[in-house]
């Protein structure tokens, strides 16, 4: 559906550190331009990550050396 798809692509693009202030608008603009299996491979990823915090934990350290 189109809210699950919308959801996918926002979490995603929060799990990379996309700013809140731009987030919806980086969202809005992804969801209608992204493919089919690129949305599947987004959301696998963030299945993995869910079930592996401790990658997500290190992902979210090394990011912040980068992202301020």
């Given at each position: 559906s189109l809210l699950e798809r919308h959801k996918?692509?926002?979490?995603?693009?929060?799990?990379?550190?996309?700013k809140d202030s731009v987030l919806l608008e980086e969202t809005e603009k992804t969801e209608h331009t992204i493919s089919?299996?690129?949305?599947?491979?987004?959301?696998?990823?963030?299945?993995?990550?869910?079930?592996?915090?401790?990658?997500?934990?290190?992902?979210d350290s090394y990011k912040e050396r980068y992202i301020k």
């Open positions: 996918t692509i926002e979490k995603f693009l929060k799990v990379l550190g996309v089919k299996e690129t949305l599947k491979c987004m959301s696998v990823l963030l299945e993995f990550l869910e079930t592996n915090p401790d990658l997500c934990n290190l992902y």
